[in-house]
């Protein structure tokens, strides 16, 4: 499907057989998509855990996650027919605006454009990563200095809260603005897991529109 994001580069996670039948045959509704999400989570889990207990883990497991939050981010944007770049700038315009003082700081012109600014001009999956990357310094310094398996852990906790979204979307209980939100939301944790912790720089290639 043209919306699909880009798919992870090489292997796949040995120890998630659901995660890996997606990647191989693809995803074709929204139930599909949720049991990704599901899976995603648990292979974080399991990462988070391989680091506690000092064992071997393996970092593709991350750069999986990141990119099936991507590709569950487009392809519902595709079924719902929601513009996934525009839902995402606005979401994070959103997030800029709350943020009170230090967002009136930066519409004064005392310093640079805001990564939503950048988002909502962004035509390609790299820039929207550039976007997000400077959104993060600017409104989120406290999260993005901590150390790399706290910051994996809060990611983690904010992916947890989609999946019952994601149900109440497919009761229909969930309103238009709340799905933008939630596929906006796992734009962002993909990107930032695929930057952050991967340092895999997306491509310059569309984001299509749904």
Not at 147 to 169: D, M, Q, R
């Amino acid at each position: 499907m043209e919306n699909q994001a880009p798919r992870p580069e090489v292997g796949m996670d040995p120890e998630t057989p659901i995660l890996n039948e997606f990647l191989e045959h693809g995803i074709d509704n929204e139930q599909d998509c949720f049991k990704v999400l599901l899976a995603v989570l648990n292979g974080i889990a399991r990462y988070i855990d391989y680091i506690h207990h000092c064992e071997p883990a393996n970092a593709a497991i991350i750069r999986d996650a990141g990119h099936q939050l991507l590709n569950v981010a487009s392809l519902l944007a595709q079924f719902k027919g929601l513009h996934l770049p525009t839902a995402y700038a606005e979401r994070l315009a959103q997030i800029e605006e709350a943020n009170g003082v230090k967002y009136n700081r930066f519409r004064r012109g005392l310093l640079q454009p805001t990564g939503a600014d950048i988002v909502a001009v962004a035509n390609s999956w790299q820039a929207m990563q550039e976007g997000q990357s400077l959104h993060d310094e600017q409104f989120h310094p406290a999260v993005i200095n901590n150390p790399e398996i706290w910051k994996l852990g809060h990611y983690a906790n904010h992916i947890s809260k989609l999946p019952l979204y994601f149900l109440e979307g497919m009761d229909g209980e969930r309103s238009e603005t709340d799905s933008s939100k939630d596929l906006a939301d796992l734009t962002a944790f993909g990107i930032k897991l695929i930057t952050e912790f991967i340092g895999q720089r997306l491509p310059d290639t569309p984001v299509h529109s749904s």
